[in-house]
């Protein structure tokens, strides 16, 4: 699969280099630095657009500003893309009416969208937009891309002698690369501390999504984020977990 990632600063290079890293190795990854002003109107596109760009299969937009989703169209068509991901991480670099526009847009011309709120919202057939709804997608492109980066899925396995995590393999990624760096910080450590140590690697990592509060969410997307791993490892620990009744003494 043939990806061209647009980016900006910190928030795109990190994404790019994980994929690269942890990416299929028969994935090709271009990318381009876009343009950091533009105006509120965009009337030509091709005035910010180089005159070429390389071929791709999936558009991926990591762009930190407003205005290069008014780009994407026309750069999908540049490109022959099938696809365009473009996340919305930040309300400011992707506000909500943006996002829908962009997906009419792309469907105008045949190529498919995905604009998950947050990015580690994504699996291989959805996406959240708000705290309590999710959209289906339906691109092969898109799918393949979910399998490896997206809503982060960290297998573990407990040693229920020592009651401690002996093992933690990432499945799925976020395309920050956090759930990797978590899944290394989780071994050895207690069953009852392992979710809350999940919570706090994620904000060490840092994540890179807003933490300006979300009126989607009515939080802020990097907890958002954060919760989504933590879900991700409280269920696995769950069979493990000792409660305290009322009325009961616990051993």
Same mark, same amino acid.
């Given at each position: 699969?043939?990806?061209?990632?647009?980016?900006?600063?910190?928030?795109?290079?990190?994404?790019?280099?994980?994929?690269?890293?942890?990416?299929?190795?028969?994935?090709?990854?271009?990318?381009?630095?876009?343009?950091?002003?533009l105006?509120?109107?965009?009337?030509?596109?091709?005035?910010?657009?180089?005159?070429?760009?390389?071929?791709?299969?999936?558009?991926?937009?990591?762009?930190?500003?407003?205005?290069?989703?008014?780009?994407?169209?026309?750069?999908?068509?540049m490109?022959?893309a099938?696809?365009?991901?473009?996340? &919305?991480?930040? @309300? #400011?670099?992707?506000? *909500?009416?943006?996002?829908?526009?962009?997906?009419?847009?792309?469907? +105008?011309?045949?190529?498919?969208?995905?604009?998950?709120?947050?990015?580690?919202?994504?699996?291989?057939?959805?996406?959240?937009?708000?705290?309590?709804?999710?959209?289906?997608?339906?691109?092969?492109?898109?799918?393949?891309?979910?399998?490896?980066?997206?809503?982060?899925?960290?297998?573990?396995?407990?040693?229920?002698?020592?009651q &401690?995590?002996? @093992? #933690?393999?990432?499945? *799925?990624?976020?395309?920050?690369?956090?759930?990797?760096?978590?899944? +290394?910080?989780?071994?050895?450590?207690?069953?009852?501390?392992?979710?809350?140590?999940?919570?706090?690697?994620?904000?060490?990592?840092?994540?890179m999504?807003?933490?300006?509060?979300?009126?989607?969410f009515?939080?802020?997307?990097?907890?958002?984020?954060?919760n989504?791993?933590?879900?991700?490892?409280?269920?696995?620990?769950?069979?493990?977990?000792?409660?305290?009744?009322?009325?009961?003494?616990?051993d």
């Amino acid at each position: 699969m043939r990806l061209l990632a647009i980016y900006h600063g910190e928030y795109g290079r990190r994404h790019i280099e994980n994929i690269r890293m942890h990416g299929p190795q028969h994935w090709q990854v271009s990318a381009w630095q876009g343009p950091s002003v533009l105006p509120p109107v965009i009337d030509y596109p091709e005035d910010y657009l180089p005159k070429e760009l390389p071929d791709c299969d999936l558009l991926l937009s990591f762009a930190e500003v407003r205005g290069v989703a008014e780009l994407l169209p026309e750069i999908a068509q540049m490109t022959s893309a099938k696809a365009v991901l473009a996340p &919305v991480d930040n @309300e #400011a670099w992707l506000p *909500r009416g943006l996002a829908r526009q962009l997906r009419n847009w792309l469907q +105008q011309i045949q190529v498919d969208c995905a604009t998950p709120k947050p990015l580690c919202s994504l699996t291989e057939f959805d996406y959240s937009i708000t705290r309590r709804e999710r959209l289906q997608y339906h691109s092969n492109w898109i799918a393949e891309f979910a399998r490896y980066f997206g809503q982060p899925s960290i297998r573990l396995t407990i040693d229920e002698e020592n009651q &401690v995590v002996s @093992e #933690a393999v990432v499945k *799925r990624d976020a395309v920050c690369g956090c759930a990797h760096f978590v899944a +290394q910080r989780l071994l050895g450590i207690s069953i009852q501390d392992a979710q809350e140590k999940a919570g706090l690697l994620h904000h060490h990592f840092p994540c890179m999504a807003s933490m300006g509060k979300d009126p989607d969410f009515g939080d802020t997307l990097m907890h958002v984020s954060g919760n989504i791993l933590k879900d991700d490892i409280a269920q696995q620990l769950k069979p493990y977990q000792k409660y305290l009744t009322p009325g009961t003494r616990l051993d």
